[in-house]
């Protein structure tokens, strides 16, 4: 009986998949110089059957340092970036590493990254930057050492909103303040034309509206479909401080919404007394009427507010 000849063969194959990296495959296959379909299938199964899966691949890697900067391992963040993990990778949520440890407040993380050469103004995702996300949770630390490697201050995500909006929307004073004194716009609109002011008196962030005030912001700025004010929303939401703040500073006591609602309307449909007085003595117009034609008199639901717009309007 004939030896079969054949020759020793070593091959690696890799194998490239979408977000998987590379697996690597090892194998000695003996290739007869004869081959049937049937030893050649035989060969095949022999070779899938010793391909060895990394237990982590480059990507998973790449995955494992966003979840470490989320989580604020800085060990692990660390030694990830000794095995030269990508400091620029995105993860499988669309942040990068200094995104997603600056969204969470690591500043530590945030200082490692910064030093060996993170980007700091990618958008991978919606627009957002590694400077919103802090902003957005006012992390007013961290913003400050973005901002200081070159953080872009006035970029827009998706909607239009910037950092600035994040921290006056949330209530974030120091994170506006450090935002401003990088020179933020203070008047940039989201899609609905809603400004950092417009969202800071809202929810009622009094110091947030003087310094916005004092940067000039506009102070009758009108929001694009329900043509609100500051001015309007800061009485709905009974911030009589605030209403105070943007009187002094040239808001217009009468505008009237799309729907025809004025600040002494929503004031009184709300029952915030201080605010109603506070309008009458600037002078409002306690006549004026809303597109269903109720005046301030007839949307107020209190008693006592009825009273005194009725006796306001019995005296002139």
């Known amino acids: 009986m004939k030896h079969i000849q054949g020759k020793l063969n070593t091959r690696l194959f890799s194998v490239n998949e979408a977000n998987s990296g590379y697996f690597h495959i090892q194998s000695i296959l003996f290739v007869k110089q ?17 391909i060895t899966f990394p237990t982590t691949s480059y990507a998973n890697e790449g995955d494992d340092l966003v979840q470490a900067a989320q989580t604020g391992n800085l060990l692990k963040v660390h030694s990830l970036l000794m095995k030269g993990v990508n400091i620029n990778q995105i993860g499988s949520k669309g942040k990068t590493p200094l ?25 991978p995702k919606k627009g957002f930057t590694s400077l919103m996300l802090a902003s957005l949770k006012g992390h007013t630390v961290i913003v400050d050492a ?32 450090a935002l401003l004194k990088k020179d933020a716009k203070v008047d940039q609109q989201t899609r609905d034309g809603f400004t950092a002011l417009v969202f ?45 703040d943007l009187l002094d500073n040239g808001a217009k006591i009468d505008h009237q919404t799309k729907k025809g609602y004025t600040a002494l309307m929503k004031a009184s449909q709300y029952g915030y007394t201080e605010i109603v007085l506070t309008l009458m003595d600037r002078g409002a117009n306690l006549n004026l009427k809303n597109i269903h034609g109720a005046t301030a ?20």
């Open 99 to 123: 995104m997603a440890s600056s969204g969470e407040g690591h500043m530590e993380v945030v200082k490692v990254l910064l030093d060996n050469g993170a980007k700091v103004n990618l958008r």
């Open 146 to 177: 973005l901002l200081a490697k070159g953080a872009e201050v006035n970029h827009e995500a998706k909607g239009g909103f910037t950092a600035l909006i994040f921290a006056a929307l949330h209530g974030h004073t120091g994170t506006v303040d």
């Open 297 to 316: 008199e007839k949307l107020a639901r209190q008693p006592h507010i009825t009273t005194i717009l009725k006796a306001s309007s019995a005296t002139k």
């Open 200 to 244: 800071a008196s809202q929810g009622g962030h009094g110091k947030i509206v003087k310094a916005l005030l004092d940067k000039g912001a506009e102070v009758n700025h009108q929001t694009k479909n329900a043509v609100t004010t500051a001015l309007v929303l800061a009485s709905e939401g009974g911030h009589g401080e605030i209403v105070k």
């Open 34 to 50: 004869k081959n049937s379909r049937a030893l050649l299938f035989t060969w095949v199964i022999l070779a899938l059957s010793l």
